[in-house]
């Protein structure tokens, strides 16, 4: 773009095999995102030279984009990261269609930069409050693919958004499908779901370990003493965590009972927080047959012990998890 190109057209094209993600607990993207460039015609050209542009009034053209390509991409089997990948493509086109940007209202300081020391000299003398980047329209597509997925994991029967911890772990597991993945992107994830990763995510929800970030099932966070309220009130997976982690060391009546005493078994945002996260925890061996290992199989228990307080205290509120279907249809 700064050359004077213009991205005209983007395919998400997949590279890897699928025997080829030999990394265990791991999460790995299965596709590249090709994007067809060109420079534009003279026209086109005088047009951007003369045309002074804001990011406001792009923005919502980039949304639109995102949006008008997110369900064919996952119509054509395209899920996972992948799906965030390929969403890439549509905003970066249209975005390049506007260059060159200017915010018309100027951006807040990152925090990161207001810190004291050398480094923060230098970038606060290098902080421009009204540039814009392409990370500006990625920004965009992640935030467009959070809500479409998190639409259809809560079936679209409660009108009600998921707090940002709740959300950023429902999609985590959704888009990466393994709890270990790289810090960068849990904080893209982080950036579009509202959490703040270092103070609501890592430590509570999940480690640090590196350059990537492990979350936890429930057993290992009440090991650390980093489960949160009961009643949800930090976010509703510390409810669902305290349900499942009773369930498995107790009973299902308790686990019910726990959630009845903090006086939220009907709360729609525990109900649609419930039913997200059945869609997205790894399926336990008791019922696909395939036996899972290390992370992933911890995390597989908690979905059978909420799976199971589903069927017992909640089925009349909660769906069947759609993925148990699939795994039915696949072994008919």
Same mark, same amino acid.
């Given at each position: 773009m700064t050359a004077g190109f213009r991205i005209t057209a983007s395919w998400p094209i997949n590279t890897e =095999?699928?025997?080829?993600?030999? !990394?265990?607990? &791991? =999460? +790995? =993207? &299965?596709?590249? !995102?090709f994007l067809v460039c060109r420079p534009p015609d003279d026209r086109q050209a005088v047009e951007? $030279?003369?045309g002074a542009t804001y990011w406001e009034d792009v923005e919502p053209e980039v949304a639109k984009a995102v949006r008008a $390509?997110?369900?064919e991409f996952q119509e054509a089997g395209i899920g996972g990261v992948d799906l965030y990948l390929a969403c890439f493509g549509p905003a970066l086109q249209r975005f390049s269609e506007h260059w060159p940007l200017r915010r018309g209202t100027p951006r807040e300081q990152p925090a990161s930069a207001r810190r004291r020391g050398r480094q923060t000299t230098l970038q606060l003398e290098e902080h421009d409050p009204y540039a814009v980047t392409p990370e500006d329209a990625l920004d965009v597509a992640r935030r467009e693919v959070k809500r479409w997925r998190l639409e259809q994991?809560?079936?679209? &029967?409660a009108n009600v958004d998921l707090d940002p911890a709740t959300a950023f772990f429902v999609l985590a597991w959704d888009a990466f499908k393994a709890p270990v993945f790289s810090y960068d992107? +849990?904080?893209?994830? +982080?950036r579009a779901t509202g959490a703040d990763l270092d103070r609501e995510i890592v430590g509570r929800l999940a480690l640090k370990k590196g350059a990537n970030v492990q979350l936890w099932d429930s057993e290992k966070r009440a090991a650390r003493g980093a489960l949160g309220p009961a009643d949800g009130a930090l976010g509703m997976i510390d409810a669902l965590h305290h349900a499942a982690h009773m369930a498995r060391n107790r009973s299902l009546e308790e686990a019910r009972d726990l959630l009845e005493r903090a006086l939220i078994d009907d709360d729609p945002l525990f109900l649609a927080a419930?039913?997200?996260v059945l869609e997205v925890l790894p399926v336990s061996a008791t019922f696909t047959g395939v036996a899972l290992k290390g992370e992933i199989a911890a995390s597989s228990s908690d979905f059978e012990a909420l799976y199971n307080l589903r069927r017992f205290a909640f089925a009349d509120r909660i769906d069947e998890p759609e993925q148990i =279907? !699939?795994?039915?249809?696949? +072994?008919?």
């Open positions: =095999a699928g025997g080829s993600l030999h !990394i265990k607990d &791991k =999460a +790995a =993207a &299965k596709s590249t !995102i951007l $030279r003369d $390509r997110v369900g994991l809560t079936h679209l &029967k992107e +849990a904080l893209r994830l +982080a419930f039913e997200a =279907a !699939i795994w039915q249809q696949d +072994a008919d």
